[in-house]
């Protein structure tokens, strides 16, 4: 069982911090031992804004996975996005400089590691590499280079990078939640590896995570990782319109769309127009509204937060091109009729996607929600094996993470 790892993965979402501990295997399944889950009130669109409150979000996320896992693990992967993240294509060139010619693992990290010598503008960094494919001498198109026989090397990556001191306070806020070391990753790529299959890649596919503060988007077109982009859009702005649209506080108009919300007109009118009672603000009557009131501010939002997809997916040149059409994960993704009005606007065929390939305590992550965290250790896995991630030098200590995050549970609730 040497080939399994233990990971402690961590979504940082504007609405809500998920943990799992999983176990990953080498054919990239995952079995989740444990799932914890916080409300997120210290991130928004992907920025800390309050280090101690979010520090407190993890620390509880990550004890109650900790906690039913009942399980050390190897390594902490966190999931972070923001409109500061940017991805871009580059290229890298080595020789290979062994007697054989035979290309190893240390050749192919060499050459990832001269694909990252972009210019990179000052305040940021890269996160994360992601090679799609190798050349060989003249021969193009290799996915797995070690082994083979030749005398140059080059890649073509898709390198995501981010602002540093935006991951300087990620990491702060981590630690103060006992997450020390943490492997930083992009959500909507893990996102991918959670819901995606190898086939949806190489047909073209947009992944597409609507969550609360922001959407999340990846595309990928024969099997590469093409295009990224981050939109500070999601599900709050629905929510929001609600609460104008129907002169309600935010609280209740969250309610109401979780409860009776729909996206698209046509569903509402085909249930029933029975009257909603919702408290107005304090010391108002009460107001009534029915199914299709409500339908017909989600449904302008929702065809507008695709608007603004469209106009991102279009960037990427393949957007016509997308035979696997658009995947739909993110909590947003689970207003019913969504992918009606993404279909209207996209022109693509659209489907909303739970994690696969998923064993162990399944039921609470079975949701389009969790998608960013499921896939968070197989990228890690998929990362390390091609040599794209950057490692932290530490190992985390599992008894000093738990003996902290108890102490900051403790003094916290
Ligand atoms: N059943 C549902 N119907 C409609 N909206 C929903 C439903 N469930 C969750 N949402 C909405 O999904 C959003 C939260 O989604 P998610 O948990 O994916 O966000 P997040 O990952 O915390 O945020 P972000 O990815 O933007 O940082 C909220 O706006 C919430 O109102
Ligand atoms: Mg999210």
């Given at each position: 069982m040497e080939d399994v790892k233990r990971v402690l993965a961590i979504d940082l979402g504007s609405g809500k911090?998920?943990?799992?501990?999983?176990?990953?295997?080498?054919?990239?399944?995952?079995?989740?031992?444990?799932?914890?889950?916080?409300?997120?009130?210290?991130?928004?669109?992907?920025?800390?804004?309050?280090?101690e409150k979010t520090a407190i979000s993890v620390s509880e996320a990550a004890q109650q996975a900790y906690q039913m896992a009942k399980s050390e693990f190897d390594e902490v992967v966190?999931?972070?996005t923001g409109e500061h993240i940017k991805g871009a294509t580059s290229r890298g060139l080595i020789a290979i400089s062994n007697p054989h010619l035979e290309i190893t693992e240390d050749d192919v990290q060499r050459v990832i590691d001269q694909a990252k010598t972009i210019?990179?503008?000052?305040g940021r960094e890269v996160l994360y590499v992601h090679p799609n494919s190798y050349t060989i001498d003249d021969q193009r198109g290799i996915k797995e280079p070690i082994g083979m026989i030749g005398m140059r090397l080059e890649v073509e990556a898709y390198?995501?990078?981010?602002?540093?001191?935006?991951?300087?306070?990620?990491?702060?806020?981590?630690?103060?939640?006992?997450v020390e070391d943490p492997i930083l990753m992009f959500q909507p790529i893990a996102a991918s590896a959670a819901v995606l299959r190898a086939q949806d890649m190489d047909q073209g596919v947009a992944l597409v995570d609507i969550g609360k503060d922001t959407t999340d988007i990846a595309v990928w077109f024969d099997g590469d990782l093409v295009h990224t982009a981050v939109l500070p859009l999601g599900g709050q702005l629905i929510t929001n319109d609600i609460a104008i649209g129907l002169k309600i506080p935010v609280e209740k108009a969250e309610e109401l769309k979780l409860n009776y919300g729909v996206a698209s007109v046509t569903l509402a009118e085909e249930s029933d127009e029975e009257n909603i009672e919702v408290e107005g603000f304090h010391g108002q009557r009460p107001k009534f509204f029915t199914r299709r009131d409500l339908a017909y501010i989600i449904e302008a939002r929702v065809a507008e937060i695709f608007e603004?997809?469209?106009?991102?997916?279009?960037?990427?040149d393949r957007f016509s091109?997308?035979?696997?059409g658009v995947i739909l994960v993110g909590g947003t993704s689970s207003l019913p009729g969504i992918e009606y009005v993404a279909e209207?606007?996209?022109?693509?065929?659209?489907?909303?996607?739970?994690?696969?390939?998923?064993?162990?305590?399944?039921?609470?992550?079975?949701?389009?929600?969790?998608?960013?965290?499921?896939?968070?250790?197989?990228l890690a896995r998929m990362a390390q094996t091609k040599g794209g991630i950057e490692r932290p030098g530490g190992k985390?200590?599992?008894?000093?993470?738990?003996?902290?995050?108890w102490n900051i549970v403790k003094e916290n609730f």
């Open positions: 911090i998920a943990a799992i501990v999983a176990e990953i295997g080498p054919q990239n399944e995952v079995r989740v031992l444990g799932v914890g889950r916080a409300k997120s009130t210290g991130i928004r669109g992907g920025r800390i804004v309050n280090i966190v999931g972070i210019s990179i503008p000052m390198i995501v990078t981010a602002q540093s001191t935006v991951l300087m306070n990620i990491k702060r806020a981590l630690s103060k939640g006992g603004f997809v469209k106009e991102k997916l279009e960037q990427s091109r997308l035979v696997g209207e606007v996209l022109g693509l065929p659209v489907f909303v996607r739970k994690p696969h390939g998923v064993t162990g305590v399944i039921d609470p992550i079975m949701d389009p929600a969790y998608a960013v965290v499921v896939g968070l250790p197989r985390t200590s599992v008894k000093d993470f738990i003996q902290k995050i």
